[in-house]
C-alpha cells in the first residue's frame, strides 16, 4: 500500500457499529524510522503505545468494526512527515505492518487482513495509471505548459482513468464477493454513490450483512449525505435564483453589502489563502478585470483565514478589486451553498445568479467573453 493509498479516508476515522463480535485487535508492527512511539486514532479516542525502533506488539480494545489510523505523534502536531498507517479494524483478528520503504507499507495477518492484503495489492496496481497521469500533469506545469492547457488535458484524461479503475475494483468485488476483506473496498469507489450501492448487493449475503458491514455502510452514508448537500447547493446556486444580500466588512473594516453593488455585475469570488488553486487563478484574473475593465466588478469573499492572513494575501498577490472577510461564524457560505474553492458566481445587473463555477475552470474565462466581448 502506498502511503497515500487511502488519503481521501483520513477523515473517515470513525468507529461503527458491528453485529456481535466484541474482542481485541491484535496489532504487530515492523516500520523502521517510526520510532518508539505511536498513537492509535478512532474516533474521538486516542490510545498510546511504546516499542522499539519501529517495532512494537499491541493490542486494541476494539468491540466493534472500525477504521482506525495508527501514526507518529507528530501526526497530531501536524508534521507533514510524519508517518501513518490506516486500516480496517476487526477485532478478534490480528493485523501485521511492515514498512517496505519510505511511502509503502504492506497490511497481512490472519484470515481477514491475508484477504485484505491481497485486495490492497490489487488496488496498489490499478492506481498506478491514475498516479502516473498526475505526475504527468504535473511535470508539464513545471515545463510551463498553461494552466488552462493542462485542465483540459487533466479533465479529459482523469474521467477515463476513474472509470477504468472502478471497473476494476467492481470487478475483484464480483469476483471476491465471499470474502469479508472485500467489503473495505467498496470505499474506493467514492463518490460515486450508485457504484457503490451496486457493488455492495454483490457481497455475498454472509458478508453484506455480517461484522464487516460498517466499512461499506459508512461510505454510502456519507456519500448519500454529500449528494444530499449538492443537491441543494446546485439550487442555492442555479441561474435565475436571486443572489442572497449579506453585508461583511471590507479591508478597511468597513461594512460592505452586495446589494450595493446592484446595477452592475459582480463576480462573487469565494477564496482563501490556504487555497493554491485559488492563488494560481489570481493572475488570470487580474488580467481578465483589467481586459474588461469597467464592465463587472468582482468581489472577494475570504473564508476559512485569520483577518491577519487575507490582508497579506491581497496585498501579497497585489488583488485590485474589492474584498470583504468573511468570519466563520457568517451564514453566508449556507446561504450560498459553497463548500469548494474557489467559487466563482457570477451575479447580474438585476442581482440574479447567472452562473456558478466551481474550481479554476476555463470555462470561467470563456463566459466572461461571451458576456462581454
Not at 228 to 243: H, L, T, Y
Not at 310 to 336: G, I, M, Q
Request: aromatic share 10%.
Amino acid at each position: 500500500m502506498k502511503k497515500n493509498l487511502f488519503s481521501m479516508l483520513l477523515l473517515f476515522i470513525v468507529a461503527c457499529s458491528c453485529s456481535a463480535n466484541n474482542g481485541k485487535l491484535h496489532v504487530k508492527m515492523d516500520c523502521k524510522g517510526v520510532g518508539d512511539s505511536v498513537i492509535v486514532i478512532i474516533r474521538d479516542t486516542q490510545l498510546n503505545f511504546t516499542g522499539n525502533q519501529g517495532v512494537f506488539d499491541f493490542t486494541v480494545d476494539l468491540p466493534q468494526t472500525t477504521m482506525l489510523t495508527i501514526a507518529e505523534p507528530g501526526i497530531m502536531r501536524g508534521i507533514r512527515s510524519a508517518r501513518y498507517y490506516q486500516i480496517p479494524g476487526v477485532p478478534g483478528e490480528e493485523v501485521v505492518i511492515t514498512q517496505t520503504d519510505e511511502s509503502r507499507y504492506d497490511i497481512n495477518g490472519s484470515k481477514f487482513y491475508a484477504q485484505y492484503h491481497t485486495a490492497d495489492l490489487m488496488l496498489e496496481e490499478a492506481q498506478k495509471p491514475m498516479q502516473e497521469f498526475q505526475q504527468k500533469c504535473q511535470d508539464m506545469l513545471q515545463q510551463g505548459v498553461s494552466q488552462d492547457s493542462v485542465m483540459n488535458y487533466y479533465q479529459k484524461g482523469q474521467a477515463s482513468l476513474t472509470e477504468t479503475y472502478a471497473r476494476t475494483v467492481t470487478d475483484y468485488i464480483k469476483a471476491h464477493a465471499d470474502e469479508e476483506a472485500t467489503a473495505a473496498i467498496i470505499s474506493q469507489l467514492q463518490p460515486d454513490l450508485e457504484k457503490m450501492k451496486a457493488a455492495a448487493q454483490l457481497l455475498a449475503p454472509a458478508v453484506r450483512d455480517g461484522r464487516c458491514k460498517p466499512l461499506y455502510q459508512l461510505p454510502i452514508d456519507q456519500a448519500e449525505e454529500y449528494a444530499k448537500r449538492e443537491a441543494e447547493a446546485a439550487k442555492k446556486q442555479a441561474a435565475g435564483v436571486d443572489a442572497p444580500d449579506f453585508t461583511l466588512n471590507d479591508l478597511q473594516g468597513k461594512p460592505l453589502s452586495l446589494k450595493s453593488l446592484r446595477g452592475k455585475y459582480v463576480i462573487l469570488d469565494f477564496w482563501g489563502s490556504w487555497c493554491g488553486w485559488c492563488i494560481k487563478g489570481f493572475p488570470e484574473m487580474k488580467e481578465y478585470y483589467q481586459k474588461y475593465k469597467g464592465k463587472f466588478e468582482i468581489l472577494g469573499v475570504d473564508c476559512n483565514d485569520t483577518e491577519a492572513k487575507w490582508k497579506d494575501a491581497v496585498k501579497k498577490n497585489e488583488l485590485p478589486w474589492l474584498h470583504v472577510y468573511n468570519p466563520r461564524d457568517s451564514k453566508v457560505l449556507a446561504d450560498y451553498g459553497v463548500s469548494g474553492f474557489p467559487t466563482k458566481i457570477i451575479v447580474g445587473p438585476d442581482g440574479k445568479i447567472v452562473k456558478t463555477i466551481v474550481g479554476e475552470d476555463p470555462e470561467f474565462y470563456t463566459l466572461l467573453d461571451e458576456l462581454f466581448k
